[in-house]
């Protein structure tokens, strides 16, 4: 998993509330065994127009937000579908962090597997920020883990955030959580296993 | 069955009593916290712990059973195989074909297109090759995972179900703890059979009173995200309780857990009943004999404290839902049946009254029509919201000795292949496509469209499933989802309509 230290970069604002996994990444996408490609379908109705060719409108197409690593987004983004497909392709677009008000469940665990950051803020800063990124002379800024802050370039403007230690500390290292957890507690979770088979028997009445 | 009082009083402090619930390094995490009155939830939880990460914030959480299938899965193979690693424990897993198979009433091995057919090749190459037991597409098991996993007997009160599908916590039906998880968290699953799980805040919502005649568990649920929102319970694990959920079937339970996702909830819980030891007793994978016994009365002691403390109460009515119709493009842009699609002007917040000039315009809607004027050219009744074999006969009961208007395409795709044999012992095939709907195989179907049960753009459909986003069932196609009775009314109709009007004319 790549590490996350001090990214800079533009952001962009999608402040519609409730974006879902089938509007991230829809199915026509989720056909493969593998990673790969999935840059090409995020956000892949509103991006592009029927035929194919990038919709102008699309504030990841226009001049100021196309290279954009960071977007700043309405709440419960990412409700809906488990897929993480939608986080393959965001990362394969180049997005490493997602700021907003609230994020789904699942979606939020899936970002933070795959090296990107989630940043929640009330929503009163949640509105400055789009207000600053709304613009391409005010959307650059860089966000330093370590820290926990949101600098923004042209205004000099700070926000700090929250993060859990652990996941601020995973994300940092890059971690490969399988490892890391097989590794630390292989043998915790066999103890783990022999009592809760002892007190469950039932659950395990299928080996 | 015996009185179950005493065990509740009796081992409410006990359970969980054995040393694994406190394992051997964490003796001394054991805090005076365990002896606090419990939620349903936090029981569960506490009961597999392996270890503390991060104070009480986050834990590595043993996961009794996964259900997988062929499309979130692949990847987490992949990862396996490429570290070299061995599956923790094949024989808690099930492997089912669901969300990319054809339905046509002939079953066959063909997929409608080469990505179809590579996962379902690959999820059976990964199958044999971990040992992990598969129902492919010609079982008479296959079915949708979350009809085919409590079917089976799989899910059992008190266990910790996780699987790559986001309608997991349509196990709280049977006093399991279900959650969906993305690839990444399957590949740790099933490398370490444990999650990096971070605690939920809980929320009860408690359900009282009779349901109206024409009023369903789907109902229920679409009244209840409409009300708290689509991300009204985000972050939350959410326990139903009250008289209306004591009183609904575990189908009709299953339903609201399923659906409950739609209102951001993480997990759902239900505390076990005797209902639910009819439902699972006798089933493949039931415990049987003295373990059986012994497990009815383990889990009938397994509910919340009385004096438990929820980080949120919430309540409903449920006298006071009617029949509930989506007109938008997330679950909670929902009406009733009675009502007219509203006007975003009404919507003091700038974001929301643009999202829902975006749904309309999506949905091909007015502001102030009626939601029982809005025609439709597709109906569908399947999914894991509502294919069971009650959601059936429902459907069935509104379409008995009636036709399916002209110019409607109607479908039904039963939840499981041993749905369909139920419904065909009962007769409701004939039912079905005497009255004009296609009669189809089991499978995730029209809910998610990647398979070829998919509509093209401006289509219309009537639909028992659980999410209306753009694009959800083809793109540009539009979903209004309701009840499957509501489905079978709409289908007849050609228009969405009451199904109170047909109740009493039956």
Redesign the interface.
Known sequence: MQSFMRVSGRAAPMATPNVDTDVIMPKQFLKGVDRKGLDRGVFFALRFDPSGRPNPEFILNRAGWEDARFLVVGPNFGCGSSREHAVWGLSQLGIRALIGTSFAGIFNDNCHRNGILTVTLPPSQIEGLLARVGTPEGNALTIDLPKQTIAMTADGVKFSFEIEALRKDALIRGLDAVSATLVESADLIRTFETGHRAANPWFFSDV | MRSTHEFILRQHWEL??????V???EKEAKRPEMEKPRTLYDKIID??I??R??GD??C?L?I??TILNE??S??AF??LRD?G?NV??P??ALMVVDH?NPTAAQRTREMP?A??A??VA?FADNARDFGIELFDILDPRQGVEHVVAPEQG?V?P??VVAA???HTTAYGALGALG???????I??YL????L?Y?R?KTMRITIDGAPLPGVTAKDIVMEVIRRIG??GA??YAVEFAGETIANLSVEGRMTICTMIV?A?A?GAVIAADQKVLDYIEGRP?A?KGQ??L??CR?WLSLTSDSEARFDREEALRADDVVPMVSWGT?P?QASTITGRVPAPRGEPDG??R??MI?ALDYMGLVPGMAVDSIVIDHAFIGSCTNARIEDLRDAALILRGRRVAEGVRAIVVPGSSQVRRQAETEGLDRVFIDAGFEWRQSGCSMC???NDDILKAGDRCASSTN?N????QG?GARTHLMSPAMVAAAAVSGHITDVRRFHEEV
């Open positions: 969980p009593k054995v040393p694994s619930i394992s051997g390094s009961a597999h392996v270890r990460l991060d914030a986050q590595l043993y009794d059973r499309y979130t692949p990847q992949s990862g570290a690693r923790w424990r024989a808690a990319v297109d990505g179809a590579g996962q690959y799989l059992m008190g266990m790559g599908d986001s959650f969906g998880i993305g690839t990444s968290d590949e740790h490398a370490t059979q444990t990096v971070r939920l689509a991300d985000t972050g739609e951001g993480r994978r415990p373990m059986w012994d497990a383990a997330s909670d974001a929301r643009n999202a975006r998610l469209a990647m999410r986003f753009e694009g959800r793109p």
